[in-house]
């Protein structure tokens, strides 16, 4: 069973930084469109979550787009949880357009409800052993 306070699983929505950047723009709020959030500081933020989140930066291999997998080894080492235990990533492809298209939004809603369906179903079945 897992900790209090811990957490289950994480949505990681990659988005390349251009996307991000256009995607600030397009929303128009002062705060981040004008001086308020630098290209910089997303390319830090990107690179740092890739690096916790995935494998992919570390030369480890990573998974595609869209799989649930689980946190990568050298996280688990990091924060002490064995291997196969603890958290589970479902890291999804953030760049792809999806406010125009109905299609690829339902994509990502079924990819979503299939992996909170498979956290619960976990949880279930922990607290039943």
Same mark, same amino acid.
């Given at each position: ?8 699983? /994480?949505? /990681?929505? !990659? ?18 469109? $004008? ?34 997998? !689980? ?20 890291r999804l492809d953030?760049?792809?357009? /999806? ?12 990819? /979503? ?5 498979g956290l619960v179903e976990g949880?279930?079945? !922990?607290?039943? $052993?």
């Amino acid at each position: 069973m897992a900790a209090a306070g811990a957490q289950d699983g /994480f949505l /990681f929505l !990659d988005t390349d930084v251009s996307t991000a950047m256009e995607r600030l723009k397009k929303r128009g709020r002062d705060e981040e469109t $004008n001086g308020g959030v630098p290209r910089e500081y997303l390319e830090s933020l990107h690179r740092m979550h890739r690096e916790w989140l995935t494998e992919e930066d570390a030369g480890m291999g990573g998974e595609a787009a869209g799989l649930d997998r !689980d946190i990568p080894t050298t996280w688990r080492q990091e924060v002490g949880l064995p291997s196969g235990q603890g958290p589970h990533v479902l890291r999804l492809d953030g760049s792809m357009e /999806f406010e125009t298209s109905p299609t690829r939004a339902k994509e990502l809603a079924r990819a /979503f409800e299939g992996f909170v369906r498979g956290l619960v179903e976990g949880r279930a079945r !922990d607290t039943t $052993n």
